[in-house]
């Protein structure tokens, strides 16, 4: 089993920051996908910022020079680092882990989401 942990979101003004952290824990062997999901109400999840298997990293498109998404391999930690917020940022974001445990079988983790709220 893989635990997934996120912190770091809160309520910010428009213009300001935020830093989103997950850590992976587990017999992990190896990642495919690591990467942040957002959840707006009445709204479809979307894909905010992955990175895959390749090492690139793949973003929203009205995210992308404001948001940057990084990796800390040797604590299976990957930080989303917000900047330049809008109100249209607001959302519930989650954390997505997919991989491939020791024993050789997958998985495919989500944590519990944690609430961005971008208003003055």
């Known amino acids: 089993q893989v635990q997934v942990v996120e912190s770091g979101g809160g309520l910010v003004q428009p213009g300001g920051s935020l830093r989103l952290s997950c850590a992976a824990s587990?017999?992990?062997?190896?990642?495919?996908?690591l990467g942040w999901y957002r959840q707006a109400p009445g709204k479809q999840r979307e894909l905010v910022a992955i990175?895959?298997?390749?090492?690139?990293?793949n973003y929203l498109d009205s995210v992308k020079d404001r948001f940057i998404l990084s990796r800390d391999i040797a604590k299976n930690t990957i930080l989303l680092q917000m900047n330049s917020l809008k109100p249209e940022d607001t959302a519930v974001y989650y954390c997505r882990v997919d991989g491939l445990y020791y024993s050789g079988g997958s998985f495919d983790y989500w944590g519990k989401g944690t609430k961005v709220t971008v208003s003055s």
């Open positions: 990175i895959p298997n390749d090492g690139s990293t």
């Open positions: 587990g017999s992990i062997f190896s990642f495919n996908l």
